[in-house]
């Protein structure tokens, strides 16, 4: 039987997603808690109400057209209601039939400007059954992913053998700091890693650098060391952390609250990795 999957959004026109002009899929649900995370609606595996509470007026509409006020039941008629258009539910429930019909459609157009589909989320290998399924469906277009590369063995090696391109975080060597920082350890993304590597699968790296984080010549030189030997890596890019990361926290009833400097500027070096002959860039 078809496992449905939860969608938060699918972004048309991506070009820094990999290869040519390309349709991101958002999954929804993730197993880190990135401290610097700009995706919080991506956090959970279900769908939420989110509500730009700073730019409520309290007009009383969609209390007035809510028929639960006790428990929120996603039925969308306060969204209906609202003046402003201040509300949406983040996450749309998909067969792998459903999702992989729609995206089916822009085909022509993306296999005509060099592109294809990229599932990123959240964390998009948390749903395997229904990402697997969904890449089926979707043999003869360009597929490519973003992960953090936090799961299952198996289930990495499943879901990169249905792949084109595999775009891969690696936020920190040390064990102990990413624990601290996503709390999560982070064997299971040095495993991946590793497989990835031996995949002969094009791939990228992507290093999100976070002041006073990660952004230290150790981590960077430490990751670079892990990338010396990787003959199917495209090359790695560096990602300053954007001090918006926080915006929308507090509409889906989430606190924001980064344990490190958001206001420095991060440290963007390259030689690392062009030191181990590496491409690096940043965006």
């Known amino acids: 039987m078809s496992k449905n999957g939860c969608v938060f959004d699918i972004k048309q026109f991506a070009v820094f997603d990999g290869p040519g002009i390309r349709t991101t899929v958002f999954l929804k649900g993730c197993p880190l808690r990135c401290m610097w995370c700009h995706n919080p609606e991506g956090l959970s595996f279900k769908p939420q109400l989110m509500v730009s509470h700073g730019s409520c007026i309290h007009c009383g509409a969609c209390k007035r057209a809510c028929p639960h006020p006790d428990h929120c039941v996603l039925c969308g008629a306060c969204i209906q209601a609202c003046p402003h258009h201040l509300r949406h539910i983040a996450g749309i429930m998909y067969t792998p039939e459903e999702l992989a019909t729609k995206l089916l459609r822009g085909r022509e157009f993306l296999n005509r400007n060099a592109g294809g589909i990229t599932f990123s989320g959240g964390e998009p290998t948390a749903q395997p059954e229904f990402l697997l399924e969904v890449l089926e469906r979707l043999s003869g277009m360009h597929r490519a992913i973003e992960t953090s590369g936090y799961c299952d063995q198996d289930n990495f090696k499943a879901i990169i053998s249905s792949l084109d391109y595999i775009i891969m975080d690696i936020k920190m060597v040390d064990p102990v700091k990413h624990k601290y920082y996503t709390k999560a350890d982070n064997s299971r993304v040095l495993t991946n890693l590793e497989i990835l590597k031996q995949s002969g699968k094009p791939f990228r790296i992507r290093i999100p650098l976070i002041p006073g984080v990660n952004d230290d010549e150790k981590n960077l030189t430490d990751t670079a060391k892990l990338l010396r030997d990787a003959r199917n890596l495209d090359f790695v890019e560096l990602l300053p952390y954007h001090r918006t990361a926080g915006a929308k926290y507090d509409m889906v009833g989430l606190e924001y609250v980064p344990l490190f400097d958001t206001e ?20």
Do not use: L, M
Request: a negative charge.
């Open 264 to 283: 420095r500027e991060p440290n963007v070096n390259f030689d690392p990795f062009r030191e181990e002959g590496i491409d690096c860039r940043t965006i």
